[in-house]
C-alpha cells in the first residue's frame, strides 16, 4: 500500500507520561506552579527590569519559562551553566520549563533576571505555596516550631592583613580602569593611577612568614610590618579620593558608573584601617559589631557557633518557622545573632498566612525571653512547649517535666532535620549570591523548592 507520509503527531502530546514515570515530583510541580498569583507576583518584578521592558524592546525569555527554570535550579543545586546544558539535553526538562523547541535561555540570561526578583517577593511567593499547601491538606497549621542557623557568606577567612590587601588589590583595579577615562585631563596620570599591589603583597608575606618565627622581638617587627601595610593602604586611599574627584566631572556613563562603585568602597577601606591601627597597633578591641569582616560582603557578621568544630562562623543569622508537614512558612534574616522573642514575630505571621493562631509553639532556649509566654497566650496559642532560660525555680521545673510540656517539645526536634536538610539540598550552607538582598533571594528560593516539592511529595504518594 503506497503512503503518502507518516501521521503527523505532537512530540510533546506523551511526555507528560513520561515524566509521571521518570519522576512523579516534577509532574506534580508542573501542576503546582501554573498558579496565577505565583506568575503575576514574579512578573511584576521583572517588569521594572528597564523603564519600558512591558512595552518596548525585543521580545524576553517568557516569565513562565524563568520561573520554572529557578525552581529547577534550587530543586537540583544545579549551577547556572549545568542548568543550561541539562535543559537543552532533556524532552522531560524541556516540557516542564514550557521551552519546547525554542531556544533555551543560556546562563547569563537566567542570572541576570533572577537578580530582578525583589525580597519581598520572594516572601510572597512563599506565602502563596503555604497558602497552596494548605489547600492540598498537606499542612492544617496548628503546630509551630522555630530554631535558627548560621548561613555562611562566601569570603576568606577575615584577617587585619588579609582584608588590608583587599582594600589596596580592589583600589589598585579601580584606578587602572579609570586610566584611559581621566587620561586628559590629569598630566602625572602614571603616579596617579600607580598599583601598589605588589608592595602590599610583599608585605604581607613577609609578614607571614613573621608569624612563624620565634624570638623577643617577634611582636615589635609585625607591628612595623603591620604600620607599612597601613601606610601603603592609605596612599592607595588618597589616590583612589583624586580619581573619584576627576571622574565626578565627566560626563560619560563608565566614568559615572566608576565614580560610584569607589564611593560605595572607600568608607569601608577606612574603616578596615581604623580597626587595624586600634587591634594590632594600639592594642585595643573593636566591638564586633563594628568590624568589617569582608570588602565584598559587608554584611557578614561573626556567630559564636557554640558547638564542635569552628569557634565562629561567618555570615547572617537565619530564624526559621516550621509548621507539621515539612512547609517552611518564614525565613528571616536576623539584625543581631539572637533568636529572643522570635517567637511573637512567628506567631504574627503564622495569623497572617493561616488566619488563626498555631495550637502548640515550641523552641528551644534560644527562643525564649521574659515576657514570651505571656504574650504568645494573649495571641491565642493554647500550648507552649519553650524551656526557660538561666536558674529556674522549682514550679518551672515542675512545668516542664509535664507530660504535655515533654511532648510538645519533641515535636521541635524535627526542625533540626529541616535545617539540615536546607544546608545539605537546598543551598543554605552557604549562600552564593552577594549582598544581604541576594541572599534573600538565594535562601528563599531554596525554600520555595523545599516547599514545592513536600507538596508534590504528598500529592503524589
Avoid at 503527531?9 to 501554573?34: K, W
Avoid at 541576570?112 to 510572597?124: D, K, M, N, S, V
Avoid at 603583597?201 to 607599612?228: F, I, M, N, W
Avoid at 545573632?337 to 512567628?346: K, L, R, S, V
Wanted: proline content about 3%; some cysteine.
Amino acid at each position: 500500500m503506497l503512503m503518502d507520509c507518516y501521521a503527523r503527531e505532537d512530540v510533546f502530546a506523551q511526555v507528560p507520561e513520561l515524566a509521571a514515570e521518570i519522576d512523579p515530583v516534577l509532574s506534580r510541580l508542573n501542576v503546582l506552579l501554573d498558579d496565577d498569583e505565583l506568575y503575576h507576583q514574579v512578573r511584576a518584578d521583572f517588569g521594572q527590569r528597564y523603564q519600558s521592558t512591558l512595552v518596548h524592546g525585543r521580545h524576553s525569555t517568557p516569565v513562565e519559562v524563568l520561573l520554572r527554570m529557578f525552581i529547577l535550579k534550587h530543586l537540583y543545586q544545579w549551577s547556572y551553566k549545568e542548568l543550561e546544558g541539562r535543559v537543552k539535553d532533556s524532552l522531560v526538562l524541556r516540557w516542564f520549563c514550557r521551552v519546547a523547541f525554542h531556544a533555551v535561555p543560556d546562563a547569563s540570561t537566567v542570572w541576570r533576571w533572577e537578580q530582578t526578583l525583589r525580597p519581598e517577593t520572594i516572601h510572597a511567593l512563599n506565602d502563596r505555596v503555604v497558602e497552596l499547601a494548605a489547600q492540598a491538606r498537606v499542612t492544617k497549621g496548628r503546630k509551630l516550631r522555630l530554631d535558627a542557623t548560621c548561613v555562611q557568606t562566601t569570603i576568606h577567612h577575615p584577617t587585619d592583613s588579609g582584608l588590608l590587601v583587599d582594600s589596596v588589590r580592589v583600589l589598585s583595579r579601580m584606578v587602572q580602569r579609570a586610566r584611559p577615562l581621566i587620561q586628559a585631563p590629569v598630566k602625572n596620570i602614571q603616579q596617579l593611577c600607580r598599583s601598589r599591589m605588589r608592595t602590599a603583597r610583599s608585605t604581607a608575606q613577609t609578614l607571614h612568614r613573621q608569624l612563624r618565627r620565634k624570638g623577643e622581638d617577634k611582636e615589635a617587627e609585625q607591628k612595623k610590618l603591620y604600620q607599612k601595610l597601613v601606610e601603603t593602604t592609605e596612599q592607595m586611599v588618597q589616590q583612589a579620593r583624586k580619581v573619584v574627584c576627576v571622574l565626578s566631572k565627566e560626563t560619560q556613563q563608565s566614568a559615572q558608573l566608576l565614580a560610584r562603585q569607589a564611593k560605595q568602597v572607600l568608607p569601608l577601606v577606612e574603616r578596615v584601617i581604623t580597626q587595624t591601627r586600634k587591634r594590632v597597633l594600639e592594642n585595643k578591641k573593636v566591638p564586633a559589631g563594628e568590624k568589617v569582616l569582608s570588602l565584598f560582603e559587608p554584611h557578614t557578621c561573626a556567630i559564636p557557633r557554640h558547638k564542635g568544630g569552628a569557634l565562629v562562623e561567618f555570615g547572617r543569622q537565619v530564624m526559621l518557622d516550621e509548621v507539621e508537614g515539612g512547609i517552611v512558612t518564614r525565613y528571616e534574616i536576623l539584625e543581631h545573632p539572637e533568636e529572643h522573642g522570635q517567637a511573637i514575630d512567628a506567631v504574627v505571621h503564622h495569623r497572617e498566612v493561616f488566619a488563626r493562631p498555631p495550637h502548640l509553639v515550641t523552641g528551644d532556649r534560644g527562643v525564649h525571653s521574659a515576657d514570651t509566654e505571656e504574650r504568645l497566650r494573649a495571641a491565642g496559642v493554647k500550648r507552649i512547649a519553650i524551656p526557660a532560660m538561666g536558674k529556674v525555680s522549682e514550679e518551672r521545673q515542675a512545668l516542664e517535666r509535664t507530660r504535655g510540656f515533654r511532648r510538645g517539645y519533641r515535636f521541635r526536634a524535627g526542625i533540626e532535620g529541616r535545617i539540615a536538610s536546607l544546608r545539605r539540598d537546598y543551598g543554605w550552607s552557604k549562600c552564593r549570591h552577594h549582598g544581604q538582598d541576594g541572599m534573600e533571594r538565594w535562601l528563599g528560593l531554596g525554600v520555595l523548592a523545599s516547599n514545592l516539592r513536600h507538596i508534590a511529595q504528598k500529592q503524589s504518594a
